[in-house]
């Protein structure tokens, strides 16, 4: 177990059971990191709906509602999917508020445009996307994945 994210959860829920929120996810890079992250702990069930994992394009127009337009012009990695994302996984759950991330891990992928460690989170509340990031991180794999399930929960925070 990861202490230092299990203590963002712990921090999250507390704030979110004192505002009675209920938050979602909705994952690409992460993979469901921020998901499984939160339900670490124990009665997580009273501020977290549901978690959305849709690592390809079709799972993101098929489950979140992305437009194809969207894909297309931007990519997947970009602050107009990550909002369609923070979007579609509050329409498609009993959340008011959701995170969305999408970005790339590595090693590979990257381009001159988006290099790896690209990544774009979105915070929303209902029908309104609040803040979205972009971040450029170091590291292997894992440490970008990590970091951005740090950032992710401390922007809730």
């Known amino acids: 177990m990861d202490y230092e994210l299990f203590e963002l959860s712990q921090q999250l829920g507390q704030l979110l059971k004192s505002q009675n929120k209920i938050i979602t996810t909705a994952e690409s890079c992460t993979g469901g990191w921020i998901a499984q992250v939160i339900?670490?702990?124990a009665g997580s069930s009273a501020w977290f709906d549901r978690g959305f994992v849709t690592y390809s394009n079709e799972s993101?127009?098929?489950m979140l509602g992305v437009k194809s337009a969207t894909l297309d012009t931007y990519g997947a990695v970009s602050s107009e999917t990550v909002t369609e994302m923070a979007n579609g996984a509050l329409i498609n759950s009993n959340a008011n508020c959701a995170i969305a991330?999408?970005?790339?891990?590595?090693?590979?992928?990257?381009?001159?445009?988006?290099?790896?460690?690209?990544?774009?989170?979105?915070?929303?509340?209902?029908?309104?996307?609040?803040?979205?990031?972009?971040?450029r991180l170091n590291g292997n794999r894992y440490d970008i994945?990590?970091?951005?399930?740090k950032?992710?929960?401390?922007g809730v925070i």
Request: aromatic residues 4%; charged residues 20%; positive net charge.
């Open 151 to 154: 950032i992710a929960i401390k």
């Open 101 to 135: 991330v999408s970005g790339i891990a590595g090693p590979t992928g990257g381009t001159d445009d988006k290099p790896v460690g690209t990544v774009f989170i979105a915070w929303a509340n209902k029908n309104q996307v609040s803040r979205i990031l972009q971040v």
């Open 145 to 149: 994945r990590r970091e951005v399930v």
């Open 60 to 62: 993101k127009i098929t």
């Open 39 to 41: 339900t670490e702990v």
